[in-house]
């Protein structure tokens, strides 16, 4: 499942293939070539593979929390070659890996930075192939001076990890770019007395004397920054939303001894409410995880966004969340600079969130008391739509992402403004999407020329003054 936009690798092929048939050598098989070795992501570099689409990731894991390794397991990988691959690179920081298999039979393999690359004893054919990595170790958060701490992180009682952009290759080996979305299953077996949460269903567990198994399975395609396995003792509330959406809430009662109930109530509420404006929930369950690691945000993980206990009581910030599991999760970037594809959005669903609980907290308010800041740095300087590494998470993608949309839809009116949002979550659902791609279907549906507006909000520099 993929959409990518740089094949330097296929390109290479077909010369190559090209120049076979000019001698006169006609191709007997299609010519083998490794996969490219980068999703080609500018924000990203290196950061994502090429030559292949994964579409399942199956991960066994043993996970231990204090334990070194606190971390043993295998990924079973299921993929489609897009082309012939003599070899090809994952994406797998850290880690001591064991076996390699293609299709059952041991590869050999190397480790570069940031990838584990796998030659297999014969080329793999165009389709589909699949690959065992038998891995262990203890993984190690990430910590960026931009970015900050994120990926594998010890909590108090366990463990959480919280990946975007590019944290998933810490604990697993991945095509990890948002770009390649996958269906998941999970194993995850834990000393006696843990629980284990990850994304999608819970389908069952299992006890040994020492320890017990939780397996997860997330049938819908999902981005690998997305993932999420939460270990500790937790509280859970499992139930359906009115709406007909089944909800599993976990909360570590050390950390928020009684915040189950309203946040479990909040979940509900809001996913339901974002059905009714954004369209059909898009996943086959909900819920929320609260646990105590030193993040400095909450994360949209797929079904089941992770909050720490001070951000799981506002109710904006769950607002926030459970948006994302449109804009996001379902319709996901194809490229790391359309964040505000994502964070835009689900900003102005706070905004929308807080007019409902107070009338006079309008979104109209929290645009105006923005544009009135005539020399806000981040706000005028970064557009957007083209904020940088530096900028992926800063207010202009936020706050002027969300500013966006509404300047939109005081252009286009309520009506268009919501059937534009319900358009975009039905056309791309469970798949990837760009902002030339918003601008064509805003266009489209309201019948509009919108491309001065979408120019001075998304693309220029300075403060929008006529759109
Ligand atoms: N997507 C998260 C949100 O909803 C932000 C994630 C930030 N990631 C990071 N490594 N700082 O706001
Ligand atoms: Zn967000």
């Known amino acids: 499942m993929s959409a990518r936009w740089i094949t330097g690798s296929v390109l290479l092929a077909l010369a190559l293939t090209a120049c076979s048939g000019k001698a006169g050598v006609p191709p007997a098989a299609p010519y083998a070539a490794p996969g490219a070795t980068s999703a ?10 090429g030559g292949y689409d994964v579409q399942h990731y199956d991960l ?25 691959l003599s070899r090809f690179n994952m994406d797998l920081t850290g880690l001591n890996v064991g076996k390699v298999t293609v299709g059952g039979v041991p590869a050999t393999y190397t480790r570069t930075p940031g990838k584990l690359v796998v030659t297999p004893p014969k080329p793999i054919a165009r389709g589909r192939f699949t690959v065992g990595v038998a891995y262990s170790g203890t993984p190690r958060a ?10 594998w992180i010890r909590t108090g009682d366990g463990i959480f990890t919280g990946d975007e952009p590019d944290g998933a290759h810490t604990w697993f080996p991945s095509n990890d770019h948002p770009s390649d979305k996958a269906t998941f299953g999970f194993r995850i077996t834990v000393p006696s007395g843990l629980n284990a949460v990850a994304n999608g269903r819970l389908t069952g567990t299992s006890k040994s004397a020492t320890s017990v198994t939780y397996s997860w399975q997330a049938r819908d395609p999902m981005a690998t920054y997305l993932a999420m396995v939460d270990v500790g003792r937790f509280k859970v509330r499992s139930g359906r939303t009115p709406g007909g959406v089944p909800v599993y809430v976990a909360v570590d009662p050390a950390v928020d001894a009684d915040g189950l109930a309203a946040l479990y109530d909040q979940t509900v509420k809001v996913t339901d409410a974002w059905a009714k404006l954004f369209g059909p929930y898009p996943f086959d369950s909900t819920g929320a995880v609260v646990d105590d690691a030193p993040v400095q945000f909450a994360l949209e993980t797929q079904t089941r966004p992770e909050y720490v206990a001070a951000m799981a009581a506002i109710p904006t910030v769950v607002a926030h969340e459970l948006s994302h599991q449109w ?49 806000s740095d981040d706000l005028w300087k970064v557009p957007p739509a083209a904020p940088g590494r530096t900028g992926l998470f800063g207010r202009s993608v936020y706050e002027r992402g969300a500013m966006t949309l509404h300047a939109l839809r005081k252009k286009v009116g309520d009506q ?52």
């Open 327 to 375: 804009f996001g999760d379902s319709v996901t970037v194809t490229r790391w600079s359309d964040i505000w594809l994502n964070e835009g959005f689900a900003t102005y669903a706070e905004w929308m969130w807080g007019e409902r609980e107070d009338p006079r907290d309008t979104v109209q308010h929290q645009f105006d008391g923005r544009y009135a800041q005539t020399r």
């Open 142 to 151: 990430v910590n960026d001076h931009t970015l900050g701490r994120y990926g």
């Open 416 to 467: 268009r403004f919501f059937a534009i949002l319900r358009a975009w979550t039905a056309e791309h659902r469970y798949g990837n999407a760009t902002t030339p791609q918003f601008i064509a279907l805003a266009q489209q549906v309201s019948g509009m020329d919108l491309h001065r507006l979408f120019q001075v909000w998304l693309y220029d520099q300075g403060r929008p003054v006529n759109w």
């Open 60 to 84: 066994d894991l043993r996970i231990t929390p204090g334990g070194r390794p606190a971390l043993a397991g295998t990924a079973t990988i299921t993929a489609t070659a897009t082309q012939a």
């Open 40 to 49: 080609g992501d500018p924000l990203m570099p290196g950061g994502g593979d």
